[in-house]
């Protein structure tokens, strides 16, 4: 008898946290009814907030070129270390690591690149300060245009203070992207910016900069290395420095013939940068669609707190 009462009291008080739980959930929807013209006003303003900031987004394009380092020259390189035989580290010791030029100077490539020193001296080659720190699109012309309130195209000055180099290296070097595929080993170049045109432009640019730059100091280095490998060539007598020194000095002069012939010295273009016809940002939908998100979701809240503060405000009063 007493085990039947005990599982009907359990029954009874199951059924009440059930009409507790019903009646809570059937407050709440009557708290939110009440509240409906302001969770209606709040997330239309956000939706149509929304779409106007996501209109007035400026596009933004990528142009990018898909590169691999030239193999050439390692490989010859590989082939007059076989020759050299055990006399390989003979040409260590004077300072040329042929086995691994090729490793390293492509490292090193991918280091300048992204260097301070390459972007800078980049900007100020080609003169794109004020395009990079004082232009903006303009629609109705679709390209590019000096913005007058921050550059005087008449009187070729500054509105207000010059950008510096340290300014103009942080944008571009957000706007830049260098990848390397470790599977491939292939290289991609790119950039990002609101005049697909420019940035094509400026893709061809930094291609060349860096052959034109890398050719320039590997045929400084060749050069200086001939004058002083000829002029060890003469001061020794073993004849087997001799032929290390011979083999030395065809390397560079296989170098300073490369430099000659190769326009692509460094880095060869298997898929040159094009002309980007459509935008990768703004997502404009998106952004449309988790600002009326976030509004919704805020008014909910702010009617649930409301209904909070003068629920609370009652008790205390009673």
Known sequence: MT????SKKDFYDQSNIWSESDLDFFELCAILWQGRILIIA????SAIGSVIYALEQTEIYRSEALLAPTESEQIDNNSILGGLGGLGGVASLVGFDIGNQ?????????????SREFIVNFIENHDLLVTLMGSKW???????????????SANQKWIEDEPTMGQAFSLFNSIFILATDDDTGLITIAIEWYDPVVAKKWVDWIIEDINALIKARDLSEANNSIIYLQKQLQETQLVEIQRVFNQMIET?????MLADVREEYILRVIDPP?????????RRSFIAIVGTLIGGSLS??????RYAFKTNKGKKIA
């Not at 909910?300 to 707190?305: A, K, M, P, Q, S």
């Open 274 to 282: 094009v002309i980007a016809e459509e935008k990768i940002r703004p």
């Open 300 to 305: 909910l809240i702010l009617v649930l707190l």
């Open 102 to 114: 090729g490793s390293n100077q492509l490292t090193t490539t991918l280091a300048i690149l992204k």
């Open 42 to 45: 709040i997330t239309v303003i």
């Open 3 to 6: 085990s039947s009462n005990s």
């Open 252 to 256: 560079q002069l296989r170098t300073v």
């Open 138 to 152: 303009d629609k109705e012309v679709g390209s590019t245009v000096i913005d007058p309130e921050i550059y005087d």
